[in-house]
């Protein structure tokens, strides 16, 4: 069953769509994206400073693309944090 659309905005990157939402759980700010197309693929988390903008969407994307992110495939989320300019493999 697909998840619901609410408050998701969706961005074309490198003609592929996405849909991505921002979130604050437990004081902590969380974008979580996922592509369109997929039903139950790969979901990217990122964890991200209080500070955020959308040109960083786009930038997690790349990031987790070249580090082995599947949006296409199922799997458990892909999860990153963006610490002082650089994104980070896993939660810390």
């Known amino acids: 069953m697909p998840t619901p659309n609410k ?3 969706t961005l074309n990157h490198d003609d592929e769509l996405y849909r991505w939402i921002l979130q604050n759980k437990r004081g902590v700010n ?4 996922e592509a369109t197309a997929p039903v139950n693929g790969q ?8 500070v955020v903008n959308p040109q960083m969407v786009p930038k997690a994307i790349d990031f987790a693309l070249e580090h082995g992110w599947k949006p296409m495939e199922s ?10 300019g650089h994104f980070v493999i896993g939660r810390h």
């Open 7 to 9: 408050g998701y905005k």
């Open 75 to 84: 799997g458990d989320p892909f999860e990153c944090v963006l610490r002082r």
């Open 43 to 50: 979901r990217l988390i990122v964890e991200l400073p209080r």
């Open 30 to 33: 969380e974008m979580v994206v």
